[in-house]
């Protein structure tokens, strides 16, 4: 059972089994007030936050835009993304895993490396997309020069994809660890992009190495 320390932080009982790594992990989740707060406005995943700090500093989540959110599950993002394009907007989730319904947003079961996906991806979003965004991370190894290469690897898989997906003038935001994307990437993306920032967002927890990439006025 979960205690309150007299600081009013929780403290979970050492369980029969339980490995010392996962119980940092639960009182870590039990006392992170971005957990708390996905709860009680109904959002999948406390990264739902990461996303709306972006859209609050870059204003890319406009009313009736068409967005595209890759590697989706379980949903945090899209939930955000369809909240602020309202009813007139499109929202496309995309992800190897079975997601449940979503309200306002389309999800597709699908592998983004299958001949064929790219088509299913227009037909679900009915044009060229406004915004693209993915919050795929491989999974860690714990060696983080290796992590770092597997989740650059999904960036650039996501970057091609929103190449062949947004129209002129659109977003892409992606997470890149930091570092940001490597040297030969961040070029072809600055080449492709009006203006490429790196940013860390509040709701990044402190000792994450996560940064976003935020591409705007995609030249298509």
């Known amino acids: 059972m979960p205690r309150l320390n007299p ?3 929780v403290r979970v009982r050492t369980a029969k089994g339980r490995k010392p790594s996962s119980q940092r992990w639960l009182e870590r989740q039990l006392n992170d007030p971005f957990v ?3 709860k009680a406005k109904g959002y999948r995943s406390r990264a ?5 700090e972006l859209d609050d500093k870059f204003h890319f989540l406009k009313p009736g835009a068409r967005v595209l959110d890759l590697g989706a599950a379980p949903g945090g993002w899209s939930q ?3 909240r602020r394009v309202g009813e ?3 929202v496309v989730a995309a992800d190897i895993l079975e997601m449940p319904p979503l309200p306002g947003v389309t999800t597709l079961k699908l592998d983004l490396s299958e001949p064929g996906a790219l088509a299913s991806l227009e037909h679900a979003l009915g044009g060229p997309a406004d915004v693209v965004l993915t919050d795929m991370a491989a ?3 714990g060696h983080r020069a290796t992590d770092h290469l597997r989740t650059t690897a999904l960036l650039e898989a ?3 994809i929103a190449a062949a997906m947004l129209k002129p003038g659109g977003t892409f935001v992606g997470k890149a660890f930091q570092g940001g994307a490597g040297s030969d990437l961040l ?3 600055k080449q492709t992009f009006r203006e490429v920032k790196h940013v860390k967002p509040r709701a990044s927890r402190a000792e994450s190495v996560e940064l976003y990439l935020v591409a705007l006025g995609y030249r298509g």
């Open 7 to 9: 600081a009013g932080h």
């Open 36 to 38: 708390r707060e996905a």
């Open 48 to 52: 739902a936050f990461k996303l709306a």
């Open 80 to 82: 955000v993304a369809a």
């Open 88 to 90: 007139n907007g499109v």
């Open 139 to 141: 999974p860690t190894t």
């Open 158 to 160: 996501a970057i091609d």
């Open 187 to 189: 070029a072809r993306i």
